[in-house]
């Protein structure tokens, strides 16, 4: 059974850093990509960076340069680095896994989700 746990988020002010985690169970890394979402309220969920199979990483123009996706293969876990955070990412923060390659990745591309992890920037 494949689960995934978020961890690390919390309340900031602007300009400070966090880094998010995710544990993977029941799911070898390196067969999956894994992918980082979004969700503010009152919007829709938005994908925000991902780590495909082979390595490859993918950002939301949103997060470039500031946002840093990784994953460490022994732990099963996966980092999203988040640097210079602005207010408009105060969101929940979603960990998700997909078995497909893609160029960029949306909701329905992925198999297994987390529950959430609440990310709030205050200015």
């Known amino acids: 059974q494949v689960r995934l746990v978020e961890s690390g988020g919390g309340s900031v002010q602007a300009g400070a850093s966090l880094r998010l985690s995710c544990a993977a169970s029941g799911l070898t890394l390196s067969t999956y990509a894994m992918a980082w979402f979004r969700q503010a309220p009152g919007k829709e969920r938005e994908f925000v960076a991902t780590?495909?199979?082979?390595?490859?990483?993918v950002y939301a123009d949103s997060v470039k340069g500031r946002f840093t996706i990784s994953r460490d293969s022994a732990s099963k876990t996966v980092y999203l680095q988040m640097d210079s955070l602005k207010p408009e990412d105060t969101a929940l923060y979603y960990c998700a896994a997909s078995r497909y390659y893609s160029s960029i990745y949306y909701e329905p591309d992925m198999a297994y989700w987390g529950q959430g992890t609440q990310v709030t920037v205050s200015s």
């Open positions: 780590i495909r199979s082979g390595g490859s990483t």
